[in-house]
């Protein structure tokens, strides 16, 4: 009996793959102060975010390479969004290059290279969902025209993700390493 190998073409990778597509196009809109398009762009992102995996499980197409694709894409909105909002100085700096680096790390540490799931830890996971809270909140609020919250606000949370970020990458490689440290008796 012949093992067939999951298609990658699916309708749960097709709504990832949308995302991916929006990524560098949310960029532009929150580059450019496009706010209507920004927020439009956000939340058809976590739409399909949600949908992707409801719907991979409901039609029996789950697979490593969808999950590696949908974390990829994620990483890749939040990336490129953050990016934007870094050179608007909404946030700082070093939050997209961060969230890039920790993407890396996990995708390494859990080898998904070789067809493993990823392993998120726990503050990982918080962060990976925590990333998308300023780029919603700010093309929410200037898409619907509010000034809440501040910007200094938004700067703060930034801030605070790349504390935890650090933390987790810290946490990451500790338990890697710890993991593959020698006894020594």
């Keep these: 009996m012949a093992v067939v190998a999951p298609s990658i073409w699916t309708w749960s990778n097709a709504l990832t793959v949308s995302r991916l597509i929006a990524a560098p196009v949310f960029c532009c809109a929150l580059f450019s102060n496009a706010h209507v398009l920004a927020g439009l762009l956000f939340w058809g992102a976590v739409a399909t975010d949600v949908a992707d995996g409801r719907v991979a499980r409901a039609r029996g ?17 939040v990336t ?12 700082p700096v070093a939050l997209p290059v961060l969230v890039l680096v920790a ?6 540490d859990s080898k998904s290279l070789e067809g493993r799931t990823l392993r998120a830890s726990f503050l990982g996971r918080w962060n990976g ?5 300023p780029l919603g909140v700010v093309a929410t609020r200037d898409a619907i025209g509010l000034t809440f919250p501040a910007d200094q606000w938004v700067l703060w949370f930034g801030q605070a993700l790349v504390f935890s970020t650090l933390v987790s990458m810290a946490d990451r490689a ?5 993991a593959t440290e020698p006894s020594g008796n």
Aim: negative net charge; proline residues 0%; aromatic residues 18%.
């Design 61 to 77: 197409e789950s697979s490593a390479f969808g999950g590696l694709l949908d974390h990829a894409t994620d990483a890749s909105f």
């Design 80 to 91: 490129l969004g953050l990016a934007a909002l870094s050179m608007q100085g909404a946030v």
């Design 174 to 178: 500790w338990t890697l390493f710890s």
């Design 129 to 133: 969902i925590l990333y998308f809270v």
């Design 103 to 108: 993407f890396l790390q996990y995708m390494l």
